[in-house]
């Protein structure tokens, strides 16, 4: 049976920084794609990042580059989504995913896992 499960969430304030985990467990971890959604209120679940399965390659929505760092630990079956500069249009709920293609993508629809998020709010 696989899990994903997301840790690290919180209420925090505008401009402070969280790392944000997802623990594997049930599927060759180091064969997947992992990526990281987000999804706020009455919006639809949108790509936040998302890295290959060696962690060599990374890719990030525009809304978040050069503040949000995602990364691996293939040895841990864990995937890390370290947030930082946090504006109050981060708060959203997280969700980390599994893609059982080595590459990159984007695309909800192509995962195969999911987890059960970890709520991030940030307040001004």
């Known amino acids: 049976q696989v899990q994903l499960v997301e840790s690290g969430g919180g209420l925090v304030q505008a401009g402070v920084s969280l790392r944000l985990s997802c623990a594997a467990s049930g599927l060759a971890f180091s064969t997947y794609a992992m990526g990281w959604f987000r999804q706020a209120p009455g919006k639809e679940r949108e790509f936040v990042a998302g890295i290959n399965w060696s962690g060599s390659s990374t890719r990030y929505a525009d809304s978040v580059k050069g503040r949000f760092t995602i990364s691996r630990d293939n040895a841990k079956n864990t995937v890390y989504l370290q947030v930082n500069s946090l504006k109050p249009e981060d708060t959203a709920v997280y969700y980390c995913?599994?893609?059982?293609?080595?590459?990159?993508?984007?695309?909800?629809?192509?995962?195969?896992?999911w987890g059960q998020g970890t709520q991030v709010t940030v307040s001004s």
């Open positions: 995913a599994a893609d059982r293609t080595i590459g990159i993508t984007t695309t909800s629809g192509h995962f195969d896992h």
